[in-house]
T-cell receptor, first 112, second 113 residues
């Protein structure tokens, strides 16, 4: 199993550009989520999904969209990047809602 | 609302010293789950330990041990005989039945040779 994979590892955007951060897992996990990590603030939940076709907002959803068309994939879309979205983004998954979440390697995004 | 507080921002020790990381949490849920994750300089998040609210038994796993006390809402984590490879940021996290995890701000541990 590859576990949770994320692409790209690094990305630089200009303000206003759009992009999609990819996340995939091969463990048949129902639950997937996106977090952002900023210095001194730990990780904050952006969006999460409890299964294919079901998504919901987390703590900091503004500026981000998600969809879950398959169990394996959970992409995060930035529609119009802003400097405030400069962060490290982590995707996580777990089998059940109360299970331990396992994280991908992260994507470091810089918005100029 | 759930909240996790890690009051220690940074801890620096010499190799072989013990390190205890403090974590205090707030929740209204009667069933909840507590975690410790490690983030080494390479950046990935590594799951270390998990404790369920209905199980207050404290355990030791190798050089790791934890002290879960519901009465004080604390979930402290100890590394015994620290090593340089233990240098990392350690996060305490709180989850409940809604799948969402709330993280503390993290404690940076530096172990000097």
């Amino acid at each position: 199993n590859a576990g949770v994979t994320q692409t790209p590892k690094f990305q630089v955007l200009k303000t206003g550009q759009s992009m999609t951060l990819q996340c995939a897992q091969d463990m048949n996990h129902e639950y997937m989520s996106w977090y952002r990590q900023d210095p001194g603030m730990g990780l904050r939940l952006i969006h999460y999904s409890v299964g294919a076709g079901i998504t919901d907002q987390g703590e900091v959803p503004n500026g981000y969209n998600v969809s879950r068309s398959t169990t394996e994939d959970f992409p995060l879309r930035l529609l119009s990047a802003a400097p405030s979205q400069t962060s490290v983004y982590f995707c996580a998954s777990s089998l059940l809602e109360t299970d331990t979440q396992y994280f991908g390697p992260g994507t470091r995004l810089t918005v100029l | 609302a759930q909240k996790v507080t890690q009051a220690q921002t940074e801890i620096s020790v010499v190799e072989k010293e013990d390190v205890t990381l403090d974590c205090v949490y707030e929740t209204r849920d009667t069933t909840y789950y507590l975690f410790w994750y490690k983030q080494p300089p390479s950046g990935e998040l590594v799951f270390l330990i998990r404790r369920n609210s209905f199980d207050e038994q404290n355990e030791i796993s190798g050089r790791y041990s934890w002290n879960f006390q519901k009465s004080t809402s604390s979930f402290n984590f100890t590394i015994t005989a620290s090593q340089v490879v233990d240098s990392a940021v350690y996060f305490c996290a709180l989850g409940s039945n809604d799948y969402k995890l709330s993280f503390g701000a993290g404690t940076t541990v530096t172990v000097r040779a």
